[in-house]
């Protein structure tokens, strides 16, 4: 037990703790792009598919509190690793010798971190914690992306979502160990695509309904 406190109290076993929550956010991200494509297929779908989520009943709620859990280690491990690394190099590199070089993903992380918690709590805010005794998820969902505030709010949102999850999810690969020269063109391909099918994703949704309507 003494062993597995220590590895998770150690730099790398802090790292690893962000790389396995990291790719657990990005697995759901995947899949709440997937649910939420059906906005696409318009009221009946949409609903339909919330329907079939809510139906999960005590499984979706111990992901819920998973997630919640999940998030609290990815965020507490995240400022503890950014105060262990200004405290051990106060005065930065002027040239990065990161591998890979810095990217404006590498560059931000923390900052788009920390706007995306903003975010999801407005989000969450706005569609999770609503009474839908006398409405649909639908109505709630178009009714906010009728208003073009939410669209540009959105819009911004997402694309910091995806600046994030670009150097994310190319950090979190190499640290659960493909970080073979080999592999890092296709791991660095790998990353890009998958920032650019969330920022699309999601991106395309606010904007689809604003118009649809
Ligand atoms: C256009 C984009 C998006 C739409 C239309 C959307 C829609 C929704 C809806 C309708 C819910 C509530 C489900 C329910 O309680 O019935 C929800 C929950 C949630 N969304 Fe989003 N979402 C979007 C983007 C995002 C993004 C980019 C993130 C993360 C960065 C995110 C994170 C979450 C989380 C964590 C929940 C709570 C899940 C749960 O409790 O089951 N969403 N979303």
Redo the contacts with the bound molecule.
Sequence with gaps: MNWLVNTLASSIGKKLMMAVTGLF?CS??SI??AG?LS?LGGREMFNSY?EH??AMGVV?TV??WG?LLF?MVHIITGMTLLVQNRMARPVRYRVNRRAGGRTPGSATMPYTGVL?LC??VF??LN??FVD?SETT?FD??SAA?GNPNYVVL?VI??VV?AVHVSHGFWSAIQTVGANHPKYMPAIRGLSILFALT?GIG??M??IY?FMAL
């Design positions: 956010f759901f991200l709440h792009l939420n906005l919330a989520l809510h979706l992901a819920e997630m998030a995306m975010f999801v989000h969450l569609f999770h839908k998820i709630i969902v992306f959105y949102a997402i979502t969330v999601f991106g949704l606010p309904v």
